[in-house]
């Protein structure tokens, strides 16, 4: 059975780095079948896709958070993480994990929310 499963801090303050952790438990990072995101819903806002980690360890991510994303992988764990900078209370939202196959090219996973599985998604606040 297929479980994404999120894991951080839910209070950052302002200005600091938000930092995420997504353990898969039914798949491995190191398979080509996959690709793996991070989402997040703001409240009373829709969902905002941040960016895709693929198999050899390659990113793709929303052009408007570029400059502040970091996605990784720790294939040991079965692990991806989101590193977001600088954060103010704007990303204050829902912070959800994804996995779906990879079948598409690295630009058309933006914006796509068809995952196959998702995490139950996380609560982060940024507040001093």
């Known amino acids: 059975q297929v479980q994404l499963q999120e894991s951080g801090p839910g209070l950052v303050k302002p200005s600091q780095t938000l930092s995420l952790t997504c353990t898969d438990s039914?798949?491995?990072?190191?398979?080509?079948?996959?690709?793996w995101s991070w989402i997040r819903q703001p409240p009373g806002k829709g969902l905002e896709w941040m960016g895709v980690?693929?198999?050899?360890?390659?990113?793709y991510y929303n052009p408007s958070l570029k400059s502040r994303t970091s996605i990784s992988r720790d294939t040991s764990k079965n692990q991806f993480s989101l590193q977001l900078r600088s954060v103010t209370p704007e990303d204050t939202a829902v912070y959800y994990c994804?996995?779906?196959?990879?079948?598409?090219?690295?630009?058309?996973?933006?914006?796509?929310?068809?995952?196959?599985?998702w995490g139950q998604g996380t609560q982060v606040t940024v507040s001093s």
């Open positions: 980690i693929f198999y050899d360890g390659s990113t």
């Open positions: 994804a996995r779906r196959k990879s079948d598409l090219q690295s630009e058309d996973y933006y914006n796509n929310y068809e995952y196959d599985y």
């Open positions: 039914g798949g491995s990072m190191t398979s080509s079948l996959y690709a």
